[in-house]
């Protein structure tokens, strides 16, 4: 189990361009042509099973008493539902201060997963008062800390609440229990290194962007194939770990973080090294158990961003900086320092879903 951190410990992170306002909608109205090479549905007879036969393809946004709070999440059924075959699954995270439909920009993953045949299911956390410098913030906040904490005030047992939209999900839409994956941006690449701690291996992989090293060291996790995405200028989520916006943590470097996880699935030695790019450093970890993988890549020079989102995302709609630029007032850093280089050699959504394309949990 994770680690009860103290009170005074700071979890500072924040979803660095915010687009309020500029993104006007869901990111995945309506069905979609099915991309050649899509996720095909298994038929076989062992998997078959009765879905909500009230489902169809498209997007819905559904809330839910969680807690006795209610929660939202976006839901995005892909062309290939039928109804008869299991589809994979997708749970995307935003990170702190966010929402669904900034992450939807920032990752377009309702229209890549969706053309793959995948079910994307975006949550949206709780709002909680997080210290920021010498300031207390009141913004969504996924509780990357199992046990609650009074220094957290609004903090949800997210572990629960994400558990739970996963089972539902999987019950109601015949969704591939061996293929449920999970990325988040930030905060919300924390959240998902504590559910790969806490589904005792019921992920097939995860794509923590930002922040993979923001949660407690879990002891030794089930393994679980990892494709992890920092870049090593990250004023906000230190690379070398030990700091989180210029604070003093106690935390991982990124390198050990995915280390540790590698070193659950037996992989052996120390990582490959290669540069695909002139400004990405691509360490593989090989030799694993069957069927699992490690990777991460680092981003030269880059900063707090999803790589390779301006390849989709239209400049214009990153607008509403003046939310950006409060925040980086309260980590003492300003809106450039925190982007950094924003590379377009890697785009972190394709390269995650070619990796979910190839593994399934044995």
């Not at 050649?36 to 549905?41: I, L, S």
């Not at 047992?157 to 994400?162: E, P, T």
């Not at 996880?261 to 360490?283: N, Q, Y």
Request: proline fraction near 8%; glycine fraction near 10%.
């Amino acid at each position: 189990m994770l680690r009860r951190p103290v009170i005074t410990r700071l979890v500072l992170v924040m979803c660095i361009v915010v687009a309020a306002g500029a993104c006007s909608g869901d990111g995945g109205d309506g069905p979609r042509p099915e991309a050649e090479g899509a996720a095909a549905p298994s038929t076989t007879a062992e998997k078959a099973c009765t879905p909500d036969r009230s489902a169809k393809p498209g997007t819905e946004r559904i809330t839910v008493s969680a807690g006795g709070v209610q929660r939202e999440f976006e839901r995005v059924i892909p062309p290939a539902f039928d109804g008869a075959g299991r589809l994979p699954l997708i749970v995307d995270l935003h990170g702190f201060t966010s929402t669904i439909e900034q992450q939807n920009l920032f990752s377009n993953l309702p229209a890549a997963a969706s053309e793959r045949g995948y079910v994307l299911v975006t949550p949206q956390a709780a709002p909680a008062t997080v210290p920021v410098g010498d300031e207390q913030i009141t913004a969504p906040f996924w509780n990357i800390y199992p046990s609650l904490d009074e220094s957290l005030p609004g903090a949800q047992d997210d572990v629960a609440f994400l558990t739970e939209l996963i089972d539902d999900t999987v019950a109601q839409l015949c969704v591939d229990d061996s293929r449920i994956y999970m990325t988040g941006f930030s905060n919300g690449a924390g959240m998902t290194a504590v559910m790969a701690c806490e589904l005792g291996g019921r992920l097939a992989a995860i794509a923590p962007v930002s922040g993979f090293n923001l949660a407690d060291d879990c002891g030794s996790p089930e393994p679980v194939s990892v494709i992890a995405f920092h870049g090593d200028a990250d004023p906000l989520v230190d690379y070398e770990g030990g700091a989180t916006a210029q604070r003093p943590i106690d935390s991982p470097s990124i390198e050990q973080r995915v280390a540790q996880f590698a070193h659950a699935a037996d992989c052996s030695g120390e990582p490959t090294v290669s540069e695909p790019f002139d400004d990405i450093v691509l360490r593989r970890h090989t030799g694993c158990e069957p069927g699992v993988d490690v990777e991460l890549y680092t981003v030269v020079g880059g900063g707090h961003t999803w790589p390779g989102m301006l390849n989709y995302v239209d400049v214009e709609q990153l607008a509403g900086l003046g939310d950006a630029a409060e925040m980086a007032e309260a980590y003492g850093v300003d809106v450039l320092t925190i982007a950094g280089h924003m590379t377009p050699s890697i785009e972190a959504t394709s390269s995650m879903l070619d990796f979910f394309d190839t593994h399934h949990r044995p």
